[in-house]
């Protein structure tokens, strides 16, 4: 089912009229909440002193009507809430269309022309040398509110506590591929939310996905219960990803997946069965990672390191999947076809890490007098 959010994700990066329309038609009220929603998740907060407190006033525009939000900025993150303070730090006024095409349309959209902030009077301009504190938060929120606040994947990965990074080193790779498909109203779908049996621990790589993603909507699966971590543009299902009908029933939820992240139970046999039941689903053009990739030596995950090339294994069968990039090569009777053969554009590997890209592997072999020489 679309989401309020997705559908206003979608209309973001198309004409202004349209998305003025389905504002009209979702609500504006319910629109602005869903603006002060995202822009309170991604506010990364200025240090401040235990205990301070700094409100800053939201008015959204739409037609003739007006919407206020209140976000309350604290050292520990940002809440928000509908209303009006009596005495806000800073009011910020702006039309709720613009708004919501600089945070859930593709970056680069035009700066924010209907805007005006309104800051407290500090009552002295002395107290300006030394800018307040609640500046620095005004400051955070506009650049949050004007998608400036760039930040690398891995600095969401430290921000999320999420070990892709400092344990793992995978945020590092996965620019080269997600970058490009960044400003895309995408469906991210990761196997393991994290913390294990405990509903409320993990879920740090969602929140991630969620910040690097701006459009996406961001799918977790887990073998336990992970509803807590539930929130604007982050589903939690439960599914165990060694049962095929399980996975399935997860596809017929969300969608073909642009992106699928395997970080799951890590034992082989889940490893495969996960990929050959949800990478037909995959659509064109997107990645399927796997993750912790070692255990594929490991016999305590069902690994050998034994026999490196065992097709039982995940890197024993992700190799095999490199002569299938070269299926049109092979000469008759030197390997059987693989259904993936024609679907896996390009392979990449790096340490604990594959990412598979998916798309047509259709280009031609050589002619016959160079496979076989002059007759
Ligand atoms: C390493 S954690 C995921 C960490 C998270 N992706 C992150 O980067 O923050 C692995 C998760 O996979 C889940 N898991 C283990 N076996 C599973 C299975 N068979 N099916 C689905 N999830 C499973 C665990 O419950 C655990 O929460």
């Known amino acids: ?46 240090r401040l002193h235990p205990g301070t407190e700094i409100e800053l006033q939201l008015v959204f525009g739409h037609r003739d009507t007006t919407t206020a939000c209140l976000v309350t900025v604290t050292g520990s993150g940002a809440t928000h809430a509908t209303g009006r303070s009596a005495t806000p730090h800073a009011t910020i006024r702006q039309q709720l269309g613009e708004v919501i095409r600089q945070l859930l349309g593709p970056r680069g959209a035009a700066g924010p022309a209907t805007r005006q902030v309104e800051l407290r009077d500090s009552g002295d301009i002395a107290s ?109 299902l439960r599914a165990d990803q060694s049962d095929p009908e399980a996975l399935l029933a997860v596809v017929a939820r969300t969608g073909r997946p642009d992106i699928v992240i395997d970080d799951g139970s890590h034992r082989v046999e889940d490893v495969l069965t996960t990929f050959h039941t949800l990478f037909p689903h995959l659509r064109d053009g997107g990645y399927y990672a796997i993750e912790d990739l070692q255990t594929s030596y490991w016999p305590r995950f069902g690994g050998t390191s034994a026999e490196l090339d065992a097709p039982h294994t995940s890197l024993g069968f992700l190799k095999s999947l490199v002569d299938g990039l070269n299926h049109e090569e092979i000469l008759p009777g030197g390997r059987r076809a693989a259904p993936t053969d024609q679907q896996i554009r390009s392979l990449h590997f790096h340490h604990n890490l594959a990412v598979i890209e998916k798309g047509a592997n259709l280009e031609g072999g050589g002619p016959d007098w160079v496979r076989f020489g002059p007759k």
Do not use: N
């Not at 038609?25 to 603006?35: K, L």
């Not at 002060?36 to 907060?45: G, K, M, Q």
């Not at 506590?161 to 970058?179: A, C, L, M, N, V």
């Not at 913390?195 to 790589?205: E, I, N, R, T, Y």
């Open 1 to 46: 089912m679309r989401t309020d959010v997705m559908r206003l994700a979608a209309a973001a990066g198309g004409h202004p009229d349209d998305l003025t329309e389905l504002i009209d038609d979702i609500g504006p009220g319910r629109c602005a909440e869903i603006a002060t929603d995202e822009i309170a998740f991604r506010l990364d907060p200025p």
């Open 128 to 236: 300006f040398r030394r800018p307040p504190v609640w500046f620095a938060a005004t400051q955070r929120l506009l650049s949050t509110m004007d998608h400036r606040d760039e930040v690398t994947l891995t600095e969401l990965a430290s921000r999320y506590e999420s070990d892709k990074w400092g344990i793992h080193r995978y945020t590092q790779h996965y620019p080269r591929y997600f970058e490009p498909l960044r400003d895309r109203p995408l469906t991210v779908l990761e196997i393991g939310i994290g913390g294990f049996a405990d509903p409320a621990a993990g879920g740090c790589s969602l929140r991630m996905w969620k910040h690097y993603f701006p459009r996406a909507t961001i799918y977790g699966v887990d073998v336990y219960d992970k509803t807590p971590h539930a929130r604007q543009r982050i589903h939690t």
